[in-house]
């Protein structure tokens, strides 16, 4: 009914940026909460940033592990269903397989918002 699909990941130096997106498609009614994820191998996945939908067509309230405070920005844009993760400054303990999530209430139910999850992207912070 609904999918994430992301885009971006790559190889990057430390110390360089990379911005990855991801978008919403499907039957949808609205989106509640985006963020990111991300997961290491033989390890848990951890919250990256989220961003809960605001008032406006664009942004809403964000929160960030303090990993990545300072460095990472996440942002959404309501009107096209996607949300981006700007990585700046980014360090070798940022590898990982990045992750794109969303809340969302289809058009068949939207008294129910499904968790959604992306088929995850992979970065590499490497010299």
């Known amino acids: 009914q609904v999918q994430l699909v992301e885009s971006g990941g790559g190889l990057v130096q430390p110390g360089g940026s990379l911005r990855l997106s991801c978008v919403a498609s499907?039957?949808?009614?609205?989106?509640?909460?985006m963020g990111w994820y991300r997961q290491a191998p033989g390890k848990g996945r951890e919250l990256v940033a989220t961003?809960?939908?605001?008032?406006?067509?664009?942004?809403?309230?964000?929160d960030y592990a303090d990993s990545v405070k300072g460095r990472f920005t996440i942002s959404r844009d309501n009107a096209k269903n996607t949300v981006a993760l700007q990585m700046n400054n980014v360090k070798v303990e940022d590898t990982d397989v990045y992750y794109c999530n969303a809340r969302i209430r289809t058009m068949f139910d939207p008294f129910r918002a499904l968790e959604v999850w992306g088929q995850g992207t992979l970065v590499t912070v490497s010299s």
């Open positions: 499907g039957s949808i009614f609205s989106i509640d909460a």
């Open positions: 961003i809960v939908k605001g008032g406006s067509t664009e942004g809403g309230s964000t």
